[in-house]
């Protein structure tokens, strides 16, 4: 029979709050937390799939389900050695230290999770693993997500001196050039799409100005300002100049 102790997960790390932390802390981070993934949330609106957010808050419901009642919080703690001291408590227990890492394998769509597995500690080696001090547990943390980050967001293509020079000197930017530059950045739409997190119908929209199909001009500036940011472009200046030219041509 399985052993929910056994589970990796750190409800403490889900809510972002220490061990020690009081029941009304716990319900405002609860609360800031479904605030910022909900699916209204514009700030993620082009950052995460509908499918991440609801993983996050279903870990952030479980984490609030176990730490808002007192005995199961107390179990919880007990069996993860925690809250036995208050004044000797710290996170540099290696489970604490692995639980971001192993949070973000759960929120990551399937291919990203493939493409990290090389880099990724296994459970089992985690759990059996001596621990070698916080800063190198960091220092791993911080490597893992440089190496998927890197790899994400690489672009791979052939430096034409002249068509970067216009790049960096334009002020406007159209559907059609920044079609150009996806192109010339050897970059597909279907790839566009895995990296911005917007829809490659709106991305076409964008490249093709229809405007007709394309959502307001606060979520178009969003999904141009991830646009431009993947390509490697200015996307404050990209944003704008899109939005701007939207307005003075969308019917």
Same mark, same amino acid.
Request: glycine share 2%; with cysteine; net charge neutral.
């Given at each position: 029979?399985?052993? %929910?102790?056994?589970?990796?997960?750190? *409800?403490?790390?889900?809510?972002?709050?220490?061990?020690?932390?009081?029941?009304?802390?716990?319900?405002?981070?609860?609360?800031?937390?479904?605030?910022?993934?909900?699916?209204?949330?514009?700030?993620?609106?082009?950052?995460?799939?509908?499918?991440?957010?609801?993983?996050?808050?279903?870990?952030?419901?479980?984490?609030?389900?176990?730490?808002?009642? %007192?005995?199961?919080?107390?179990?919880? !703690?007990?069996?993860? /050695?925690?809250?036995?001291? +208050? =004044? =000797?408590?710290?996170?540099?227990?290696? =489970?604490? &230290? #692995?639980? %971001?890492?192993?949070?973000?394998?759960?929120?990551?769509?399937?291919?990203?999770?493939?493409?990290?597995?090389? #880099? $990724? %500690?296994?459970?089992?080696?985690?759990?059996?693993?001596?621990?070698?001090?916080?800063?190198?547990?960091?220092?791993?943390?911080?490597?893992?997500?440089? $190496?998927?980050?890197?790899?994400? +967001?690489?672009?791979? *293509?052939?430096?034409?001196?002249?068509?970067?020079?216009?790049?960096?000197?334009?002020?406007? +930017?159209? /559907?059609?050039?920044?079609?150009?530059?996806?192109? *010339?950045?050897?970059? !597909?739409?279907?790839?566009?799409?895995?990296?911005?997190?917007? =829809?490659?119908?709106? $991305?076409? /929209?964008?490249?093709?100005?229809?405007?007709?199909? $394309? @959502?307001?001009?606060?979520?178009?500036?969003?999904?141009?300002?991830?646009?431009?940011?993947?390509?490697?472009?200015? @996307?404050?200046? #990209?944003?704008?100049?899109?939005?701007? &030219?939207?307005?003075?041509?969308?019917?």
């Amino acid at each position: 029979m399985n052993n %929910p102790t056994s589970d990796l997960k750190n *409800y403490y790390e889900v809510l972002e709050i220490p061990a020690n932390a009081r029941s009304e802390e716990i319900y405002h981070s609860y609360q800031r937390a479904k605030a910022a993934y909900s699916s209204d949330s514009i700030a993620l609106y082009s950052l995460m799939s509908p499918e991440e957010c609801r993983n996050v808050l279903e870990m952030v419901e479980e984490a609030y389900s176990i730490l808002s009642d %007192p005995t199961k919080r107390k179990r919880y !703690d007990e069996a993860r /050695g925690l809250n036995r001291d +208050f =004044s =000797s408590l710290s996170y540099n227990s290696l =489970s604490d &230290r #692995v639980a %971001p890492l192993r949070i973000e394998r759960e929120v990551m769509p399937t291919h990203q999770v493939s493409s990290a597995s090389s #880099v $990724l %500690p296994s459970a089992d080696f985690t759990l059996n693993s001596q621990s070698t001090g916080s800063d190198s547990a960091s220092s791993t943390a911080t490597n893992v997500n440089k $190496l998927v980050t890197q790899k994400r +967001f690489a672009l791979d *293509y052939v430096i034409n001196a002249d068509f970067e020079k216009e790049i960096e000197e334009a002020t406007e +930017f159209t /559907g059609d050039f920044l079609r150009k530059i996806r192109e *010339y950045k050897n970059l !597909d739409l279907d790839r566009l799409s895995d990296m911005t997190k917007v =829809s490659r119908l709106y $991305l076409q /929209g964008i490249e093709m100005e229809d405007f007709g199909k $394309l @959502p307001a001009p606060v979520y178009v500036r969003g999904f141009v300002f991830q646009y431009a940011k993947c390509l490697k472009l200015k @996307p404050e200046v #990209v944003a704008n100049s899109y939005v701007a &030219r939207m307005k003075k041509l969308k019917p």
